[in-house]
């Protein structure tokens, strides 16, 4: 099921955006451990990137009316992988 997301870029002076954490709806973060390759699909990228040990894909979708979204495909809740704080800052401080 594609789920929009929030995703947590480094940008460098080039422009060349570089995601770092992924921030799900449900307010997960997931941080993005190495970004293996860009790959320009219609309507925008696939991004391979690794979480853990786990390869996935990242999708960046250019099409939209309210500008590039970025999207996962989400599988059960039983094949996620644990989530991880990625830097203190962005930690709950409910908890």
Request: proline share 6%; charged share 25%; hydrophobic share 40%.
């Amino acid at each position: 099921m594609r789920t929009y997301v929030d995703v947590y870029l480094r940008v460098g002076p080039d422009g060349h955006e570089t995601p770092e954490v992924i921030a799900l709806p449900d307010g997960r973060l997931f941080r993005i451990d190495a970004v293996e390759r860009w790959q320009r699909v219609q309507g925008g990228y696939a991004v391979a990137i690794r979480i853990g040990k786990r390869m996935t894909t990242l999708w960046k979708d250019t099409t939209g009316w309210s500008g590039p979204r970025w999207y996962v495909i989400m599988r059960s809740a039983a094949q996620m992988p644990a989530a991880r704080t990625a830097r203190p800052e962005l930690q709950n401080s409910s908890a």
